[in-house]
């Protein structure tokens, strides 16, 4: 398949680099100012609910991060699909530190969730759907790490933890429809039902900046840690060393 | 094989043995398929096996739950369409995209 120029520039390492670290601070910014309006929406603006009181507001924190856990597992895996179709070695570097960022957002998630429901359903965790695939998540999360960890070859494992990550994407849509599809204890979507949101506005508004906020973060995250990851895989590059300021010495391995 | 006695050991309804075979006939087929892509997976690495267990679990859930349930609904008189169906469903998945997946995986952790 040809492949316009552009996608080829992005994929070069020193450009890529260089573009994140200019585009890093415009990410960072907005999500703070986002997060601490978020954070005064929900926490002062938004009403107490009227069956939970003040214990709803946990919600600010769980869904963006329950949202963020399945959106990051969807960017690792089309990475993953890049990186394998086209072998371009930079969208596994972006799989590799997608991972670990995905990995804690579900944590959170699951940690924010059974905090929520010990005093609203009476038990830290029940194997209900939405919360059994949740858990499976984070376990392919595991797993994907893991499995790139184990292979000596960075190549390979880059390559074997892809394909891993393309037979996990299988969970997403169970994750999504479980509430929908199973009698689930876990309440069905709130904020998808556009026409008529069962929300009053002053709650909805803090938690869709908190969600923009959430992702922005994400996105910055993701372009400091794929800057590392670059490094790291083209440390004996010229590029590398240059910017490192390290005297190339002898026959420095590519360029 | 040994499921159905150990079934009556545990005062099992006789629906609920019969939809358990049933459960297994179509689920066991499904959790060797899994576990072939696991050790595609693995077959490069030394000391896979705590880390097949980790990879193949996950994926192993959904069987075991719908599994489980057909079981538990047999048991109380109640009808098992559904969770055989998704069984079934689960299995016609695991035949299509398991043999494309599991040479992809060992041409990749073997070349």
Redesign the interface.
């Known amino acids: 398949m040809k492949l316009p120029v552009w996608f080829h520039k992005f994929g070069s390492p020193p450009h890529f680099y260089r573009l994140a670290a200019i585009l890093t601070p415009w990410f960072y910014i907005p999500a703070i100012l986002l997060l601490l309006a978020g954070a005064y929406g929900g926490l002062v603006v938004a009403p107490p609910d009227y069956q939970q009181g003040d214990g709803f507001r946990i919600i600010y924190v769980h869904v963006p991060s329950a949202y963020l856990s399945t959106m990051v597992y969807a960017v690792m895996a089309a990475a993953s699909a890049i990186g394998l179709i086209w072998r371009m070695k930079l969208a596994h570097a972006v799989a590799a530190a997608a991972a670990p960022i995905g990995a804690w957002f579900t944590f959170l998630a699951l940690v924010t969730g059974a905090i929520w429901g010990k005093p609203m359903w009476g038990t830290y965790w029940v194997w209900d ?1 939405r919360l ?1 695939s949740e858990l ?2 984070l ?2 999360y ?2 994907y790490i ?2 790139r960890g ?2 000596d070859d960075r190549d ?1 494992g880059d ?2 933890s892809a ?2 990550a ?3 994407v ?2 997403l849509p ?1 994750i999504h429809y479980s509430v929908i599809w199973w009698s689930s204890i876990h309440q069905g979507p709130t904020i998808k039902k556009l026409d008529a949101p069962s929300i009053t506005g002053d709650m909805l508004w803090p938690l869709l900046v908190m969600i923009l906020a959430f992702t922005l973060i994400f996105a910055a995250l993701l372009l400091q840690r794929v800057r590392a990851e670059v490094l790291d895989r083209e440390r004996n590059t010229r590029w590398v060393l240059d910017i490192m300021g390290t005297p190339v010495r002898g026959n420095p391995a590519g360029g | 094989m040994l499921a159905p006695i150990l079934a009556v050991t545990y005062h099992l309804p006789a629906d609920g043995i019969r939809a358990l075979c049933v459960t297994l006939l179509i689920g066991t087929p499904t959790l060797s398929l899994l576990g072939s ?1 696991g050790a595609a ?2 077959a ?2 030394r000391q ?1 096996g705590g ?1 097949l267990a ?2 193949i ?3 192993c ?2 069987v075991l ?1 719908f599994g489980s349930r057909a079981t538990a609904l047999a048991a109380e008189g109640e009808a098992i369409a559904g969770p055989l169906y998704l069984l079934g469903a689960l299995l016609a ?1 695991a035949v299509s995209l398991v043999p494309a ?1 599991a040479s ?2 060992i041409r ?2 073997l ?1």
Do not use: E, Q, W, Y
Request: aromatic share 4%.
């Open positions: 759907p059994t499976i998540l376990f392919l595991i797993g893991s499995l184990a292979f390979k390559r074997a394909l891993l393309l037979v996990g299988v969970n169970i | 892509v997976l693995t490069g690495v896979s880390l980790l990879l679990l996950p994926l859930l959904p739950m998945l997946t992809a995986a990749i952790s070349d």
